[in-house]
């Protein structure tokens, strides 16, 4: 509560438009996503990176995103609390739907 937790997505996949649905499910449940990008680089697993030394931040949006494996890699140049890295495992919750 009261606390801002920045984050910053990584769309590792091959799926267009990824990083903004995780973007979207994020900031529904009160993160701030600060920017999302796309690696040219393709992995399978989601990975949530604490980058600030606030491990528990990162537990919570690996939650937030039905669960991702959590790594500390501390990172004080990226101005962010948490990077996520989404795998092609990662499914975003179903849209509703509005005609």
């Known amino acids: 509560a009261n606390t801002h937790v920045r984050v910053e997505i990584v769309n590792a996949t091959r799926t267009r438009g990824l990083a903004r649905r995780a973007t979207r499910v994020l900031r529904d ?7 999302y990008t796309t690696s040219s680089v393709t992995q399978d697993s989601t990975v949530v990176l604490d980058r600030s030394n606030h491990l528990q931040w990162a537990r919570l949006v690996g939650q937030a995103l039905g669960g991702a494996r959590v790594e500390a890699r501390p990172d004080t140049s990226r101005y962010v609390d948490v ?5 092609t495992s990662w499914r975003p919750p179903p849209q509703p739907f509005s005609p």
């Open 29 to 35: 449940r009160g993160f701030d996503v600060v920017t």
């Open 83 to 87: 990077t996520v890295v989404l795998g």
